[in-house]
């Protein structure tokens, strides 16, 4: 046994260490197998010294046996068997996992090349109970005064928590996708000030046309909302840890590779992660797409005004149609019936209208669009055929969901030219033809007026309001006046799949 008082020269390298280097003193070294220290080999006792003196948990495992000395800070690692451990061979102090580090001691003997691992996994059995830990650890080669490996140089610390912490964050986070994965709205989980996507569900994916977002940032996948501002923004709420909330926000998407940029209404809310030290490690966003929402109570809203519109217009249409009826007849019994089937046929189309109001148009439904122009045309016509009305194109069916707007456009133009153009004299011409072109169906509508200068109206009125509105905002087409002295000329361009679809 050596003390304190008892070290000498030979014997220094044991000064220090604590209560370990304590124990390394007074064990009974002369009973066992690695003999008294002061025989010691210089390479294990600079080894020893070096690791008495470390902060960091170090052992040694020495000669054929791996005899197992450590410092003070290694010590809590083979808990209950500190300090049995001492001086004991590593393959004793740890049958438990032998079955890993064993055959990596044995590599470093044999080769003398270092090794070293991070997160082992050690099924230790501590206080009777085997348990999952983990490990950060390395072993690296002591060589003897003749060159050879005489021993194993050990340091590592335990890792169990943090990787039991990182499992169930990871299972956290594998729930949330779960549930997210579910949720009908856009759903995402942003990270760090870089807004690295970390959760993502189908339904943001489908909102923003891409896949694979998961490890990337907003502004490698969405570079286009970043130039609309949304990047700022999400600065700002990570910065300021203060949530957004967003109405109906206009953002352009380009949902495909190749295809056009898409305008669309968003509400959306950004809220700051705030960790338990108060900072802000992330965002969570929720999205809706209310495009089409928008665009529905639009329209209801244009509808109703039609609706409103349409009565005013009634008694006028009425007026125009006893006063051109009457033009036309020999007597009142002509006059009658004739003023009776054009007052029908006006109640028949009102009726189609009506419907489109109210949201009873069937969209399972297909109309041919000849039969809807003639259908709006039937109640102006002077006589059957009217000469002064000229319909043709190709047959082509409309879907539901389209005929509601084609019906307004096409009935406000009728009743315009009713009242104020190619309709409203005896001798107006009126020629509607239509046909597939580009991809897009382009209808052109045109009225001539001979011996009257026609002029461009002062305003817009709402009938022309709504019929544009239905044709760009509805139907994704385009409407163009072009006011001639003799008429006017009217071209309606709507994409193929906005007319059929159902």
């Given at each position: 046994?050596?003390?304190?008082?008892?070290?000498?020269?030979?014997?220094?390298?044991?000064?220090?260490?604590?209560?370990?280097?304590?124990?390394?003193?007074?064990?009974?070294?002369?009973?066992?197998?690695?003999?008294?220290?002061?025989?010691?080999?210089?390479?294990?006792?600079?080894?020893?010294?070096?690791?008495?003196?470390?902060?960091?948990?170090?052992?040694?495992?020495?000669?054929?046996?791996?005899?197992?000395?450590?410092?003070?800070?290694?010590?809590?690692?083979?808990?209950?068997?500190?300090?049995?451990?001492?001086?004991?061979?590593?393959?004793?102090?740890?049958?438990?996992?032998?079955?890993?580090?064993?055959?990596?001691?044995?590599?470093?003997?044999?080769?003398?090349?270092?090794?070293?691992?991070?997160?082992?996994?050690l099924p230790m059995v501590r206080?009777?109970?085997?348990?999952?830990?983990?490990?950060?650890?390395?072993?690296?080669?002591?060589?003897?005064?003749?060159?050879?490996?005489?021993?194993?140089?050990?340091?590592?610390?335990?890792?169990?928590?943090?990787?039991?912490?990182?499992?169930?964050?990871?299972?956290?986070?594998?729930?949330?996708?779960?549930?997210?994965?579910?949720?009908?709205?856009?759903?995402?989980?942003?990270?760090?000030?870089?807004?690295?996507?970390?959760?993502?569900?189908?339904?943001?994916?489908?909102?923003?046309?891409?896949?694979?977002?998961?490890?990337?940032?907003?502004?490698?996948?969405?570079?286009?909302?970043?130039?609309?501002?949304?990047?700022?923004?999400?600065?700002?709420?990570?910065?300021?840890?203060?949530?957004?909330?967003?109405?109906?926000?206009?953002?352009?998407?380009?949902?495909?590779?190749?295809?056009?940029?898409?305008?669309?209404?968003?509400?959306?809310?950004?809220?700051?992660?705030?960790?338990?030290?108060?900072?802000?490690?992330?965002?969570?966003?929720?999205?809706?797409?209310?495009?089409?929402?928008?665009?529905?109570?639009?329209?209801?809203?244009?509808?109703?005004?039609?609706?409103?519109?349409?009565?005013?217009?009634?008694?006028?249409?009425?007026a125009g149609m006893v006063t051109?009826?009457?033009?036309?007849?020999?007597?009142?019994?002509?006059?009658?019936?004739?003023?009776?089937?054009?007052?029908?046929?006006?109640?028949?189309?009102?009726?189609?209208?009506?419907?489109?109001?109210?949201?009873?148009?069937?969209?399972?439904?297909?109309?041919?669009?000849?039969?809807?122009?003639?259908?709006?045309?039937?109640?102006?016509?002077?006589?059957?055929?009217?000469?002064?009305?000229?319909?043709?194109?190709?047959?082509?069916?409309?879907?539901?969901?389209?005929?509601?707007?084609?019906?307004?456009?096409?009935?406000?133009?009728?009743?315009?030219?009713?009242?104020?153009?190619?309709?409203?004299?005896?001798?107006?011409?009126?020629?509607?033809?239509?046909?597939?072109?580009?991809?897009?169906?382009?209808?052109?509508?045109?009225?001539?007026?001979?011996?009257?200068?026609?002029?461009?109206?002062?305003?817009?009125g709402f009938g022309s309001k709504?019929?544009?509105?239905?044709?760009?905002?509805?139907?994704?087409?385009?409407?163009?006046?072009?006011?001639?002295?003799?008429?006017?000329?009217?071209?309606?361009?709507?994409?193929?799949?906005?007319?059929?679809?159902?």
């Amino acid at each position: 046994m050596l003390s304190m008082s008892g070290v000498t020269g030979d014997t220094a390298f044991l000064t220090g260490g604590g209560k370990v280097g304590a124990l390394i003193r007074e064990h009974r070294w002369a009973d066992a197998p690695l003999g008294e220290p002061v025989a010691w080999p210089q390479s294990l006792r600079s080894a020893l010294s070096i690791c008495l003196h470390s902060s960091f948990p170090t052992a040694i495992y020495w000669g054929a046996e791996l005899r197992l000395l450590y410092n003070d800070a290694w010590a809590p690692i083979p808990a209950e068997r500190h300090p049995w451990a001492l001086g004991r061979p590593g393959g004793e102090v740890w049958a438990d996992i032998w079955h890993v580090v064993g055959p990596q001691f044995a590599r470093v003997l044999e080769t003398g090349e270092g090794f070293s691992t991070y997160d082992q996994m050690l099924p230790m059995v501590r206080q009777g109970v085997r348990r999952e830990t983990y490990w950060n650890y390395s072993f690296t080669a002591i060589r003897g005064e003749d060159g050879s490996v005489v021993g194993v140089f050990n340091q590592g610390n335990e890792t169990t928590a943090a990787v039991l912490a990182r499992r169930q964050a990871e299972a956290e986070i594998a729930r949330l996708g779960r549930m997210f994965a579910q949720a009908p709205g856009a759903v995402a989980v942003l990270r760090g000030p870089a807004h690295q996507f970390e959760i993502v569900n189908s339904a943001y994916e489908r909102l923003v046309g891409r896949h694979d977002l998961v490890g990337r940032t907003v502004a490698e996948v969405l570079p286009e909302v970043i130039d609309q501002g949304f990047g700022d923004l999400l600065d700002r709420v990570f910065a300021d840890r203060e949530p957004h909330v967003g109405r109906a926000v206009p953002v352009t998407l380009l949902r495909t590779a190749d295809g056009p940029a898409e305008r669309r209404l968003l509400d959306f809310v950004y809220q700051p992660l705030i960790d338990s030290a108060g900072d802000c490690s992330g965002i969570f966003v929720q999205a809706t797409d209310v495009t089409e929402q928008h665009r529905a109570e639009e329209a209801r809203e244009l509808l109703l005004h039609e609706m409103n519109h349409r009565v005013k217009n009634l008694f006028a249409v009425a007026a125009g149609m006893v006063t051109m009826t009457a033009r036309a007849s020999s007597s009142v019994d002509e006059m009658s019936e004739a003023l009776r089937g054009r007052l029908n046929a006006l109640a028949k189309a009102h009726d189609l209208i009506r419907a489109a109001v109210l949201g009873e148009v069937r969209h399972d439904r297909e109309v041919s669009l000849r039969s809807l122009v003639e259908s709006i045309l039937e109640p102006y016509a002077a006589a059957k055929p009217d000469p002064r009305i000229a319909v043709g194109g190709e047959n082509f069916l409309l879907g539901g969901s389209s005929v509601t707007s084609f019906a307004l456009i096409l009935h406000e133009l009728a009743t315009n030219a009713a009242k104020y153009g190619a309709l409203s004299v005896p001798d107006g011409r009126l020629s509607i033809r239509w046909k597939m072109s580009d991809g897009r169906l382009r209808l052109d509508w045109s009225e001539t007026l001979p011996k009257v200068v026609v002029k461009p109206p002062a305003a817009q009125g709402f009938g022309s309001k709504l019929a544009r509105i239905s044709a760009t905002g509805q139907l994704g087409g385009s409407i163009d006046f072009d006011w001639q002295p003799d008429g006017v000329r009217i071209a309606l361009a709507v994409p193929e799949e906005r007319c059929v679809s159902s």
